[in-house]
């Protein structure tokens, strides 16, 4: 993990009905970030039990699709790092 959120948080937009940011690429995950993120179903394949835990899949707080601004978003795996 090479990026950072502080001073980029334009690059990651908040769901609209769940309290994480979205991340397009699994590269582009930030280190200094430790709450909830959405990160796409190629993480799976990269994904370390030791650093990452799974909280859900797909699904906002009102069981809906997430959603950024109002627009579906892609299908998400929603992750955080263990601490």
């Known amino acids: 993990m090479t990026k950072t959120y502080k001073g980029n948080e334009e690059n990651y937009p908040k769901y609209d009905n769940y309290d994480a940011i979205n991340i397009n690429k699994v590269k582009d995950i930030p280190c200094d970030y430790d709450d909830c993120m ?9 994904w370390n039990p030791l650093q990452f835990e799974l909280v859900t899949v797909r699904y906002g707080n ?10 579906q978003s892609f299908s998400r795996i929603i992750i955080k790092k263990i601490k």
């Open 38 to 46: 959405g990160v796409p179903g190629t993480f799976i394949g990269k």
């Open 62 to 71: 009102d069981h809906k699709n997430l959603q950024i601004n109002g627009k």
